[in-house]
């Protein structure tokens, strides 16, 4: 009896922790703040395959009708639901690296790195632009 709830416990052990070791993805559902008003703004998910890291943003907050008026090419004039956020991104180590990020407001991509929070809950996206960077941090939306 007593190897059998030993047996259990074990399991029960081994299934935890490899469902929490499936949990540090970066993949999932991320609010976004405005970098004005740090009110939130959207929705993106992320997901990976293929070892690239990507996002889309599902959701806009103020105005779900918005589209990309600022951004050129295919972009131009794309509703934001559906735009690309994230691209491009590989993971080296804990971070993801050699990725972009629009901006919708000023229809610009930007280099970025993206770092996860010990506890996965935050997303903190180092956008580059020159010798300057700015660090974005996103909210994990899907979290329990």
Do not use: E
């Amino acid at each position: 009896m007593k190897f059998k709830a030993l047996f259990v416990s074990i399991l029960a052990l081994l299934f935890g922790a490899t469902a929490y070791a499936g949990n540090d993805s970066a993949a999932g559902l991320w609010q976004t703040y405005d970098n004005d008003t740090g009110k939130p703004a959207s929705l993106v998910t992320v997901t990976v395959k293929d070892k690239q890291l990507s996002g889309v943003i599902t959701k806009v907050m103020s105005n779900p009708d918005a589209t990309c008026t600022a951004c050129t090419g295919d972009l131009q004039n794309k509703p934001l639901v559906g735009l690309p956020v994230l691209s491009g991104f590989t993971q080296d180590g804990s971070a993801w690296k050699d990725g972009k990020i629009l901006a919708p407001k000023k229809g610009k991509a930007y280099n970025a790195t993206i770092t996860l929070s010990d506890d996965n809950t935050k997303m903190m996206i180092k956008v580059k632009v020159g010798f300057l960077s700015k660090t974005q941090t996103w909210q994990r939306a899907d979290s329990k």
